[in-house]
């Protein structure tokens, strides 16, 4: 989104694209006054944002590039005029939305971040001791903790201990 208009404030971009998103896909902040909370700002400073002239072009840029990307998007599946920083706007709207728990956020973040996310969870949770006994497990394990470590872990719950 190659602009004439730099915002003058990082989150103008941020709040312009959340003000954009229908209100049913904003997930749990839906309003200006929860929005502005969660960013530590007051709904006057929003008030203010919006009385700046330099606000209002920036909005109106980004509402046009967006109207644009959504018709591209729909008719070949492909973002046509995006540069790098506005990739890092989306990923980071994106991103927020995911941590909301809306489904279409979440749905969409998985499908473009979730593979090797998901890969790394399922290799973390696959295991070789599958149907292994229990006590056996636990035999192994408290042979590869050594002596000295298992003792010390048994005086200290209140056993008592000897050779």
């Given at each position: 989104?190659?602009?004439?208009v730099?915002p003058?404030n990082?989150?103008w971009d941020?709040?312009i694209?959340?003000?954009?998103t229908?209100e049913?896909?904003?997930?749990s902040?839906?309003?200006d006054v929860?929005?502005?909370r ?7 400073t929003?008030r203010?944002?919006?009385?700046n002239p330099k606000?209002?072009v920036?909005?109106?840029?980004i509402a046009?590039v ?12 492909t973002i046509a005029s995006a ?6 706007v ?5 991103l ?6 809306n489904p ?11 593979k090797?996310?998901v890969?790394?969870e ?6 070789t001791l599958a149907?292994?006994?229990l ?5 192994e394990?408290?042979?590869l ?7 010390e872990?048994?005086?200290?719950a ?6």
């Open positions: 989104m190659k602009t004439g730099t003058q990082p989150l941020e709040y694209l959340w003000s954009l229908p049913v896909e904003r997930g902040v839906v309003t929860e929005w502005a969660t960013k530590n700002l007051t709904d006057r929003l203010r944002w919006k009385d606000f209002v920036r909005r109106e840029e046009n967006t109207k644009v990307t959504r018709v591209v998007d729909v008719i070949d599946g540069d790098e920083g506005d990739y890092q989306v990923k980071a709207t994106l927020e939305g995911a941590k909301t728990g279409k956020f979440l749905e969409l973040y998985f499908k473009t971040y979730g090797p996310f890969e790394e399922t290799a973390a949770r696959t295991t149907g292994e006994d006590s056996v497990l636990v035999s394990t408290l042979v903790l050594g002596e000295t470590v298992v003792v872990a048994l005086r200290k209140g056993w008592t201990v000897e050779r």
